[in-house]
């Protein structure tokens, strides 16, 4: 890095100076101070280093981590086994070294990171945990909480408990939390989790714990990045990540000795968006609104377009492209 937007790539591909002159503008108009020390605590968590190539990533799962979790095993080296391992040993905060190291590394190397539609991010960290297929560490850690969560807060989570106390309340009320008891104990392997209690279930940890509390698979992209108070050189529109992935590995790879062949694959982005759109098409507007307060940052920082009364588009792509 350079002095701010003066890297090489925002002069040789100019919607890169674009968004982060967008973001830095917009930065100063949100409200709310930054807190430095919690993005000190917080970021360097999901910050990702290479010392060969010079270069920081800013890992948001559900915009193509994986892939650049995989450049940055390459970048390692082929020859060492357990690369994808060490991957997630280099972010800034396993390292015990002394701040100026961790702040010579922030000021002097590329930092970058890919930022996606929020309702994008929702439909796909539900369908990888909850439905493609299931993956048995989120349905083991989050289905009962979540089926409590939207249905039992309020109510014992045995059958027994309940139709002790709960007597008064009408035959339908009833068979309706004994339903949801009863998928407290086979949800794992009969039930699963539907979009619509994902999402409610989103909702209820950020007005109940806040949203550093949400799962890093669906956590704002603003809450992991903090575009407004770490300056990144780079930031990726995950529409177009396989071009401009590959603008920033050809930058990284020019004048380096290094036999790591980059490239990305060609990413669809129609297929994408008709997805979640399809998912949201079913999804009330009061869940809508709350959804798009708790992602409003991202929505704002990255410029998506959004009409909440929209009955057929809800992940429309950003204009500021």
Same mark, same amino acid.
């Not at 669906?218 to 603008?247: K, R, T």
């Not at 949201?280 to 009061?286: A, C, E, K, T």
């Given at each position: 890095? +350079?002095?701010?937007?003066?890297?090489?790539?925002?002069?040789?591909?100019?919607?890169?100076?674009?968004?982060?002159?967008?973001?830095?503008?917009?930065?100063?108009?949100?409200?709310?101070?930054?807190?430095?020390?919690?993005?000190?605590?917080?970021?360097?968590?999901?910050?990702?280093?290479?010392?060969?190539?010079?270069?920081?990533?800013?890992?948001?799962?559900?915009?193509? $981590?994986?892939?650049?979790?995989?450049?940055?095993?390459?970048?390692?080296?082929?020859?060492?086994?357990?690369?994808?391992?060490?991957?997630?040993?280099?972010?800034? +905060?396993?390292?015990?070294? #002394?701040?100026?190291?961790?702040?010579?590394?922030?000021?002097?190397?590329?930092?970058?990171?890919?930022?996606?539609? #929020?309702?994008?991010?929702?439909?796909?960290?539900?369908?990888?945990?909850?439905?493609?297929?299931?993956?048995?560490?989120?349905?083991?850690?989050?289905?009962?909480?979540?089926?409590?969560?939207?249905?039992?807060?309020?109510?014992?989570?045995?059958?027994?408990?309940?139709?002790?106390?709960?007597?008064?309340?009408?035959?339908?009320?009833?068979?309706?939390?004994?339903?949801?008891?009863?998928?407290?104990?086979?949800?794992?392997?009969?039930?699963?989790?539907?979009?619509?209690?994902?999402?409610?279930?989103?909702?209820?940890?950020?007005?109940?714990?806040?949203?550093?509390?949400?799962?890093?698979?669906?956590?704002?992209?603003?809450?992991?990045?903090?575009?407004?108070?770490?300056?990144?050189?780079?930031?990726?529109?995950?529409?177009?990540?396989?071009?401009? $992935?590959?603008?920033?590995?050809?930058?990284?790879?020019?004048?380096?000795?290094?036999?790591?062949?980059?490239?990305?694959?060609?990413?669809?982005?129609?297929?994408?968006?008709?997805?979640?759109?399809?998912?949201?098409?079913?999804?009330?507007?009061?869940?809508?609104?709350?959804?798009?307060?708790?992602?409003?940052?991202?929505?704002?920082?990255?410029?998506?377009?959004?009409?909440? %009364?929209?009955?057929?588009?809800?992940? %429309?792509?950003? +204009?500021?492209?």
């Amino acid at each position: 890095m +350079t002095e701010k937007g003066t890297h090489p790539l925002t002069q040789a591909y100019p919607k890169f100076l674009e968004r982060l002159e967008f973001v830095n503008k917009t930065c100063q108009e949100l409200p709310g101070k930054i807190d430095y020390k919690l993005v000190l605590d917080s970021s360097l968590y999901f910050i990702h280093f290479n010392d060969d190539f010079e270069v920081i990533n800013c890992l948001v799962p559900k915009a193509s $981590s994986d892939t650049w979790t995989q450049q940055f095993a390459k970048m390692i080296g082929p020859n060492v086994p357990t690369s994808m391992d060490l991957v997630y040993n280099i972010s800034l +905060t396993n390292h015990f070294e #002394p701040l100026r190291e961790i702040a010579h590394r922030i000021q002097t190397y590329t930092k970058f990171f890919v930022h996606r539609h #929020p309702f994008e991010r929702l439909v796909s960290g539900y369908c990888n945990k909850f439905v493609d297929p299931p993956r048995y560490e989120y349905m083991n850690r989050y289905a009962k909480v979540i089926i409590i969560s939207n249905y039992l807060k309020k109510y014992p989570h045995d059958r027994r408990s309940f139709e002790r106390q709960y007597t008064h309340l009408s035959d339908s009320k009833k068979q309706d939390i004994l339903k949801q008891i009863d998928r407290l104990g086979s949800v794992q392997e009969k039930f699963g989790i539907t979009f619509i209690e994902f999402l409610n279930y989103v909702i209820n940890t950020v007005d109940e714990s806040g949203i550093d509390k949400l799962d890093i698979h669906w956590m704002p992209v603003s809450s992991i990045c903090n575009p407004c108070a770490v300056h990144y050189d780079i930031m990726i529109e995950h529409d177009y990540v396989s071009e401009e $992935s590959q603008l920033l590995v050809d930058y990284l790879q020019k004048n380096k000795a290094t036999n790591a062949h980059l490239y990305f694959n060609k990413f669809e982005k129609k297929a994408t968006r008709d997805k979640c759109n399809q998912y949201f098409s079913d999804i009330p507007l009061n869940v809508r609104r709350r959804l798009y307060e708790i992602f409003r940052n991202d929505f704002i920082l990255f410029d998506y377009k959004y009409d909440l %009364e929209s009955k057929d588009y809800f992940c %429309e792509e950003n +204009t500021n492209n």
